[in-house]
């Protein structure tokens, strides 16, 4: 793994700097991405510095918007991506058409992608490392640098409900407060859900089908959300609905595509599920993962997996 200042020097050889995050991105990828491309703008206002990806912020608008950024730009530049794990998940993929690539990421480092990565899974945030690469650098540190970044650990945290969180995470947190940031709006902009999407919370919880093993799983039809009114990208506040349920240990929530396939989300209170999300074309953390899944007989096989090693689990820890 290369060091931070490995990475800063490649920083300084490039007058072309491209950050990509990944796709269906989640606070985390939005705030680790415009976190380190403010606090560079700061430090380099001669370098053109550009957030790249699909416009597909959805409900996360409010963080940052993406650049427009065309296949010229990366002629000759440095290419950094921040939390993602693997060449599918990248947003925008004329990625790998710079001069050089970067990763910056805490998932499980199944998919050495970069020319230069520094991984490390034990970070609860990508922005938490976004924030010590800044403090090791001293690179700019401001309100409107801070704002996205705090938005990333607040959301990959769970509001620091999750294991990874430790007490460095709030002494990370705690500087990125005290730069002014409205921290109230923040937690109000994550949490606040439109009434449809209060809806789809509890059709999940209607949908949901639980075994005797503490695995759980909904399925969500193209047909059902367009009856309650929601797109694609609404459907991530149903993602940890299930875990509310004392009985559920770990949990699946399939998704459809337009294209008829499934985006398949994986959580869990214990049991390990980044290897199974491994089979299906994805990955991501021990008890956070996401897959996807061709068909309904792919999800059944998804869902019989995470049955399996939920027993296991219930059984080692009885």
Known sequence: MSSFDDIYEKILQYPTIILHRHTSPDPDAIGSQAGLARSLSEKFPEKKILCAGENDEGDLAWINHMDEVKAEDYQGALVITTDTANTPRIANKLYDQGDFLIKIDHHPDVDPYADMSYVDPDAPAACQIIVDFINAENLPMNKEIAYPLYAGIVGDTGRF????????TFEVVAQLAKTGIDITEIARNISDVTFAQAKLQAAVLDYMTVDPSGAAYAVLTQDELKKLGVNFEQTSVTVSTP???????????????????YRVHYRSKGPVINHLAEKHDGGGHALASGANAKDMDEVKQIFAELVDVTKRYKEENE
């Open 243 to 261: 875990g509310r349920i004392k009985d559920i240990i770990a949990w699946n929530v399939f998704v459809q595509k337009a294209d008829g396939t």
């Open 161 to 168: 409900m999750y294991p990874e969180t430790s007490a460095h």
